[in-house]
């Protein structure tokens, strides 16, 4: 099996298991950590194209997502946190109120 193949194996299997935990589980911090796997799945999977293609404009994307990561998780908590607050919850199906 090629070298790149088995890199996007597994970048498949850690986004499967990312979108599982957002669909499946309820609770918000859970859904923050399945949201972290699907972009570090996505940087796997640009850095496995980057050593195959030779190109190391591929680097800088990752450094990009990795920037949005920290952002998403630094925000995320901090909203987590306020909910929490006033909720007394995390859990997303009993927070009824944010709803449009």
Known sequence: MNEI???L???AVIFTIGLAGLII???IIVQLMSVE???NSANIAFLAYSKQLGDSSFHAVSLFIMAIAATE???GLALVILIFRYRGTISSDKLTSLKG
């Open 9 to 11: 194996i597994f970048s």
């Open 25 to 27: 589980r309820k609770n």
């Open 73 to 75: 998780a630094a925000l």
């Open 5 to 7: 193949t088995c890199y």
């Open 37 to 39: 796997l699907l972009l």
